[in-house]
């Protein structure tokens, strides 16, 4: 268990970057997971694994990221917990989550033909990819108890400063994953089925091996403690928070589809273009990560120590780190952007055309920093509310910009339209952390 005297120790430098760092390395291994998934069924020869592969994979992981609130949540709560040194309540909330993911997961395995139907419908694709990706999401399904808990015990571990293990728990599922990519697609000839096995048995694996690493909860009495895990008040707060954030996340990604769709309306080289930088935009927020979940862990459990002064230096630790970090994304972007637009694709006219925007994503590095590093502080506070609310207001904003920009700026005002929602995030959340701070004083 993570004890009080842990999470009152200073927040130093040091601390900061030991919670951070094993985050940014473990999101390094993402998209190397989906590389490899995506190179040995094009080992097959033909296009329809390939495709197959990326439409069953968005079924899954669309279905999986409904429930990707409870590592937020479990996050916050958790740190909270910890701060006020009640590790009977800090393991209570890691059952509940358990106890979430079980019955959801349930859920999902029941509902799977629905599930796969419906995502399918949404895809427009030949019977040969909707014949494969439906056995691929069948398959991957399955692991939805597995995939869910690993949510929660990540969050659980991000509030008790465990993110080294987090790291350890990422390494083992992404190297299974690969290795057995391996074995049963190239090795046995399993095909999609076999890429989607491989996942089904990391996930699975993963699962067990976080309640292996967190074992030292089951020792005590709390983790079997029916009237403490079920009690009603604690249970709705964290139903609340869960929910919040959920909306949120929802809006959040609304924006983004809003994005690519407005892009689509660009034309075909502005589409794919975009479709290129949005990388860029996604290895800024898997580095960022890192230091707003230090800012969940830190700020939670200053919050429950009601330490207003700690959670004042903890938010400003992380950020000032974190922007270190998005200025060097910035200064990479800016000298080795068009590089990297090379690599990922041949096309001259897209090639032309994302180095013409990348402009944009030099921009986004260190103006996008505010709103993650908010995110983190808010996550840890458990003020789920302001950013619900927050978002709202945000995505009425770039909604404006959105549908008006472009029309004066093409797609540079796309991009503009991007960097407005980033502003709008971190400015509607920056009006309520004076209150935040506060809370501290008054719990």
Known sequence: ????????????????????????????????????????????????????????????????????????????????????????????????????AAVAGGAVILLQWPIVELGLLAVSSSPEVEEMARAYASIRLFSAPAAIAVFAVTGWMIAAERTGQVLILQ??????????????????????????????????????????????????????????????????????????????????QIG?????????????????????LLNFLYIIAHALDGFAFAAEALVGQSLGARNRARLRRAALMCGFWGMVVSLLLALAFLLGGPAIIEIMTTSPDVRAAAMAFLVWLVISAPVSLPSFMLDGVFIGATRTRDMRNAMIVSLGVYLVALFTLPDLMGNHGLWAAMTILFIARAATLAVKYPALEAEADAK
């Open 1 to 100: 268990m993570a004890s009080r005297v842990q999470s009152q120790s200073p927040i130093t430098h040091r601390r900061v970057l030991a919670i951070a760092a094993p985050i940014v390395l473990s999101n390094a291994t993402v998209p190397i997971l989906g590389a490899v998934d995506t190179g040995v069924v094009g080992q097959m020869g033909e296009a329809a694994p390939i495709g197959a592969v990326a439409v069953g994979a968005m079924i899954v992981t669309f279905s999986y990221w409904l429930f990707g609130f409870l590592r937020m949540g479990t996050a916050g709560l958790a740190a909270q917990a910890i701060g006020a040194g009640d590790d009977d309540e800090a393991t209570a909330l890691l059952m509940r989550g358990l106890l979430i």
């Open 171 to 252: 390494l083992w599922m992404n190297g299974l994953n690969i290795a057995l990519d391996l074995l049963f697609v190239l090795g046995l000839g399993w095909e999609v089925e076999g890429v989607a096995i491989a996942t089904l048995i990391a996930e699975w694996s993963g699962a067990l091996l976080g309640l292996w690493l967190l074992r030292a909860c089951f020792r005590g009495t709390a983790w079997r403690d029916r009237a403490l895990i079920l009690r009603a008040d604690r249970l709705r707060r964290m139903m609340a928070v869960n929910g919040d954030i959920l909306i949120r996340t929802l809006l959040l």
């Open 256 to 276: 983004f589809a809003l994005f690519t769709i407005r892009s689509a309306a660009q034309g075909e080289v502005n589409l794919a273009a975009n479709h290129v």
